[in-house]
């Protein structure tokens, strides 16, 4: 009989206590919840990381990457992510409902591309570029003006028409009267440009700034038709923006005067 009882609880003390953990477990799992729900409120109340995105010409990116980072270190916890490239491509992208916070276009032209279609807020003028010829460091074709790149014998890499640069260098050539037959016509003034720096062409129209941010790898040459093609680049806030606010802040970091100084020393001009 004493061997019968002691089976019995042999037998019945795990279930209870095996019953008293799964009691324990479901008592337990309403406070993880709360704490779930707590971390979602703060996190939604502003708490956790946030992300800001950019869409912004390629002609921006050396500028805006800094700026980013100043950013970044002023908002802690917050990232900016960029999406640079040719501002035709970049509207397109918006309009066909791409999610971004910031829009900043080579032209104004290219912004009205998102206005017209109510996705932004009123536009703001914050820089204005101008071309220069590059020419490779030791300029074996001998180009010295704008004149030279309707020679035949010189191989020339433009922006495409659609793009800011583009349409840019189609209002100089027209002022100085003259044809320009390109070797290749690239989607973004950064890829224009790559083409002198590899030696595949002997000049291409590109924006000063981009010279500039070669850091030697090119020469520019200045030319006084540049002077009637000089691009506004036009900043806003997008109506979709997923991180409004953030959107609103980093605006008004291009548009101080930190954002101003280091977009003047990259080459930019004031508008």
């Given at each position: 009989?004493?061997?019968?009882?002691?089976?019995?609880?042999?037998?019945?003390?795990?279930?209870?206590?095996?019953?008293?953990?799964?009691?324990?477990?479901?008592?337990?799992?309403?406070?993880?919840?709360?704490?779930?729900?707590?971390?979602?409120?703060?996190?939604?109340?502003?708490?956790?990381?946030?992300?800001?995105?950019?869409?912004?010409?390629?002609?921006?990116?050396?500028?805006?990457?800094?700026?980013?980072?100043?950013?970044?270190?002023?908002?802690?916890?917050?990232?900016?992510?960029?999406?640079?490239?040719?501002?035709a491509t970049l509207a397109q992208q918006i309009v066909q409902g791409a999610p971004a916070d910031v829009f900043a276009a080579a032209s104004p032209a290219t912004m009205k591309t998102?206005?017209?279609?109510?996705?932004?807020?009123?536009?703001?003028?914050f820089v204005r570029n101008k071309l220069e010829i590059a020419v490779p460091k030791d300029n074996p074709a001998k180009v010295d003006e704008l004149k030279d790149l309707a020679d035949s014998k010189v191989k020339v890499a433009l922006c495409a028409e659609q793009v800011p640069c583009g349409a840019a260098a189609v209002k100089a050539l027209d002022a100085a009267g003259l044809k320009v037959k390109p070797v290749t016509l690239e989607q973004d003034v950064k890829a224009t440009l790559t083409k002198v720096e590899l030696g595949e062409v002997d000049a291409a129209l590109v924006y000063k700034t981009d010279v500039i941010a070669s850091a030697g790898k090119v020469r520019g040459l200045e030319f006084p038709e540049a002077d009637k093609a000089i691009n506004d680049y036009p900043i806003a806030t997008l109506a979709k923006a997923p991180a409004g606010d953030l959107a609103k802040q980093f605006v008004d970091l291009v548009l101080s005067p930190q954002g101003k100084d280091v977009l003047t020393k990259a080459g930019f001009e004031a508008p």
């Open positions: 009989m004493v061997f019968r009882r002691l089976s019995r609880w042999a037998i019945a003390l795990p279930v209870a206590l095996a019953l008293a953990g799964l009691s324990g477990c479901g008592s337990g799992q309403p406070a993880t919840s709360s704490t779930a729900s707590a971390s979602s409120s703060a996190a939604s109340a502003g708490g956790g990381a946030k992300e800001v995105t950019v869409f912004a010409a390629a002609s921006l990116t050396g500028t805006f990457t800094e700026l980013g980072k100043t950013f970044e270190a002023a908002h802690p916890g917050t990232t900016v992510k960029f999406n640079f490239g040719s501002s998102v206005t017209d279609a109510s996705l932004a807020s009123a536009p703001t003028t």
